[in-house]
């Protein structure tokens, strides 16, 4: 099975092929057009995002997790900007977990992130699983178009999400009434592109105001129940 195959050996293989739509849906419901076209139509319970917990949070709560990097650094906000972001929260008293990927551009970011800070700087040192646990005893999550969102979609946790090139109808929070999605209104929104013109820097991120992330993370702490 697969979506719309464009090469005729994908269409020699596959057995069905799902439409795809003209219109921005999010994924989880096109891969379940997969299952529809076979003649399984999900209820609306068995929709639900599912991620097992077997691991122990690596570090105690109540903390703030920032996840600020994806492995296309063109869909990440700036780190002078998320410097400050982890600034505040540690003058606000919050307790700041960091984490990333193995990427060595993400891991530079990271310590850009969190030089001189008092931070735990788990970047590169956490499994899935454990980021997850890490999500789930967390009061919010901040991060990127990226896997945390996922997760914490998964496990119904507060999140702000930052979105630039990509779209948030497509890919933002299923079904999670603590997330917010924050992005630019610039009308090239989604463009998927590595940056504008190809440059690696999306100014749809560069240019989305401190203030207006940090009204938003103040707002998910004051609501969350840890």
Known sequence: MGISPKGSLQKKVLTHTAKQAHSLRHTVEKNLDLLRRIGIFPKDHEKELFFSLPEKAVVEGPFVLIHPTSRWLFKCWPAEKMR????????????????????????AMIEE??????????AGKVTLKQLGALIDASKLLICVDSVPLHLASALKKPVVALFGPTSEVTWGPWRNEGAKVLASPFSCRPCYQDGCGGSKKSDCLESLPFETVWKAVDQSLKSSPK
């Open 84 to 107: 400050l972001l982890a600034k505040t929260l540690i003058e606000k008293g919050e307790k700041v977990v960091l984490t990333g990927g193995t990427d060595p551009m993400e891991l």
């Open 113 to 122: 992130i969190a030089k001189d800070l008092p931070v735990i700087n788990l």
